[in-house]
């Protein structure tokens, strides 16, 4: 099991709809609307499948602008 963390930047005015959405992500263990040069941060485990199938889950919501993903490394 792997930890990871998403920083997503998202059209203007969009920030509140796009975290709601991404809540319901399965996998997604939390999600929440930050300040500073990201808009969303979330949080998330898996296997490295799990982690992939839902960046790309997220990367397809509508009004998201980038993804950056960390990793944990062991």
Known sequence: MVK??????????????????????????????????ADIVVYFEGDVEEISKIMREIGRIEGVKTTETLIEVK
């Not at 709809?17 to 609307?33: H, L, M, N, P, Q």
Request: charged fraction near 30%; glycine fraction near 8%; charge should be positive.
């Open 4 to 37: 990871a963390v998403t920083l997503i930047t998202t059209e203007l005015g969009k920030m509140d709809e796009i975290c709601s959405k991404i809540r319901e992500v399965k996998g997604v263990k939390d999600a929440f609307v930050i300040a500073g040069r």
